[in-house]
């Protein structure tokens, strides 16, 4: 069974610092893996995805995340947060070779970007 | 705008009564999700269509939810004799089949959300 894991409610930086927003996933296969962001009363924006190839991947906004299949890990990072950012963070997997194409979503953290 | 669109925005109804969403998706998408949220949480998957196909179905879906979508294109989710606890955002989403069969992402409506009085 898929599952994703956000380990944090809540993310407090201040502005200029760099955040990590954490993502923990189990898949039988190979994972495909995603973060979206929602603002609120909105729908999911998506801001990146790691398909296959490096384990850096660069998204809208300046955000990135690094794959680490040891770790079994899909953070989210972006060097120099803004206020801008404060919003609600989901990140999401697809078991590629299970024969399912649904996306299980985490829990969500919300990211405070403190002026 | 080419985005997915969902109506209506916002739904209120009384409980035992049915409602009926609507999900139009962008144009040549073929795969089609419905997924629930409820405050506090991530959205949780009911189903899922490629083209007129329901392929997989939540077990969080009950009898009283249906989904459709006749000739693949636009989708409808109904939810008959509702209950307080049906009160939640409904999103719709939609993805393209991908290169090489690889998963692309999925693109979000703005959801509609539910309140059952």
């Known amino acids: 069974a898929q599952s994703v894991a956000q380990p944090e409610d809540q993310v407090n930086v201040a502005e200029g610092n760099p955040l990590t927003v954490k993502c923990t996933y189990s898949?039988?296969?190979?994972?495909?893996l995603f973060w979206y962001v929602q603002y609120p009363n909105r729908g999911l924006q998506f801001l990146l995805k790691y398909i296959t190839g490096d384990n850096l991947v660069k998204g809208s906004y300046g955000f990135e995340a690094e794959f680490n299949k040891s770790q079994t890990s899909f953070h989210l990072k972006k060097p120099s947060a803004l206020v801008s950012d404060s919003a609600l963070y989901f990140c999401?997997?697809?078991?590629?070779?299970?024969?399912?194409?649904?996306?299980?979503f985490g829990t969500g953290t919300r990211l405070k970007v403190l002026a | 705008d080419t985005g997915v669109s969902q109506n209506p925005r916002h739904k209120i109804t009384k409980r035992g009564q049915n409602v009926t969403f609507r999900c139009d998706p962008i144009s040549e998408h073929n795969r089609l999700y419905w997924y629930r949220q409820t405050l506090g949480q991530g959205p949780e998957f009911l189903t899922y269509f490629q083209n007129e196909a329901q392929l997989e179905k939540s077990r969080l879906l009950s009898d009283r939810f249906s989904a459709e979508r006749p000739k693949g294109s636009f989708s409808t989710l109904e939810i008959q004799r509702t209950e307080q606890g049906d009160s939640a955002m409904y999103l719709c989403?939609?993805?393209?089949?991908?290169?090489?069969?690889?998963?692309?992402?999925?693109?979000f409506g703005q959801g509609t959300r539910l309140t059952v009085v």
């Open positions: 999401a997997v697809r078991d590629s070779t299970s024969g399912t194409y649904k996306y299980i």
């Open positions: 989403a939609s993805s393209p089949p991908g290169p090489q069969g690889f998963s692309t992402e999925a693109f």
């Open positions: 898949v039988s296969g190979n994972p495909y």
